[in-house]
């Protein structure tokens, strides 16, 4: 992390095994990243559903920006229901008219894999494709979440059409 608060991305080829596959996903990482600009708040959790909780302050684990509608700033948060043992995703909205703060991702232990928040700037993005099938790019409007989990994944949760919505761009 620089003194500015944005993530650095450092790239250095893959030294032994891998193949194409493993290149591909660094590469699609890498652009994720590059892509987007981290951002770091304080979201006001008073309103989390019953349960759910913040983790401790830490970088990556906040992003604020405009998920739902221009000159609204919603704020994304990483949080952790203690007594089911999930961790999730916390959409803060911006306004009151943009509806209830909402989990809008659950997952498990994030003790191997540590989850990694960054703001997504709007653009057509390529998700990743199963069984040799085809996918078209998708065309997001709004700036969106980007969740990463170590090395292991990422995808871009985004809002449209009255949801959040998911796409896996590196497995």
Request: aromatic fraction near 8%; charged fraction near 10%; hydrophobic fraction near 35%.
């Amino acid at each position: 992390m620089s003194q500015t608060g944005q993530s650095e991305v450092n790239v250095r080829p893959l030294v032994r095994g891998g193949g194409f596959s493993t290149w591909r996903c660094c590469l699609a990482a890498g652009v994720l990243l590059a892509f987007s600009s981290a951002s770091y708040g304080n979201a006001d959790v008073k309103q989390l559903p019953q349960g759910w909780t913040t983790l401790a302050p830490d970088a990556g684990l906040t992003v604020s920006g405009t998920f739902q509608q221009p000159g609204h700033t919603d704020t994304a948060v990483v949080v952790q229901n203690g007594q089911a043992g999930a961790y999730g995703l916390a959409v803060l909205p911006g306004a009151a008219g943009d509806g209830a703060v909402s989990i809008v991702k659950t997952f498990k232990d994030i003790k191997a894999n540590p989850p990694h928040l960054s703001l997504v700037k709007p653009g057509s993005y390529q998700p990743v494709c199963h069984g040799g099938e085809s996918c078209a790019p998708l065309a997001i409007a709004n700036e969106s979440i980007g969740l990463c989990f170590g090395e292991a994944s990422c995808e871009i949760i985004y809002y449209a059409e009255g949801a959040y919505h998911e796409i896996h761009i590196t497995d």
